[in-house]
Nanobody, 127 residues
Framework: VQLQASGGGLVQAGGSLRLSCAAS????????MGWFRQAPGKEREFVAA????????YYTDSVKGRFTMSRDNAKNTVLLQMSSLKLEDTAVYYC?????????????????????WGQGTQVTVSS
């Protein structure tokens, strides 16, 4: 599976952006798809995830109520709608795929649990 992330850019604080991640191979119901981000000088962190089987979503606390992750099964694509963006949301955003994610009761948040990664897309929030 190859992942291609897009949609990043420069936006003012309070604005919105939508990120997209297209998968080249088939995403089966065993997968969980995730978004991570890495700000300058910081470690990469979990942002959101969605179970491919039923569309259940999970978010890190700092983005709850502002970000919405969704999937398009027919297009093998996941989206991350980001609203009310803050300066601290500035980062490179990566999409990732956990092949076995659906086998676990709890969503997996660690980088090492994800098998495939996209190339990253820059999101810059300005004041």
């Amino acid at each position: 599976v190859q992942l291609q992330a897009s949609g990043g850019g420069l936006v003012q604080a309070g604005g919105s952006l939508r990120l997209s991640c297209a998968a080249s191979g088939r995403i089966s119901n065993s997968y969980t798809m995730g978004w991570f981000r890495q700000a300058p000088g910081k470690e990469r962190e979990f942002v959101a995830a969605i179970r491919w089987s039923d569309g259940r979503t999970y978010y890190t606390d700092s983005v709850k109520g502002r970000f919405t992750m969704s999937r398009d099964n027919a297009k093998n694509t996941v989206l991350l709608q980001m609203s009310s963006l803050k300066l601290e949301d500035t980062a490179v955003y990566y999409c990732a795929a956990d092949r076995q994610g659906n086998k676990y009761l709890a969503i997996r948040y660690r980088e090492g649990d994800y098998d495939y990664w996209g190339q990253g897309t820059q999101v810059t929030v300005s004041s």
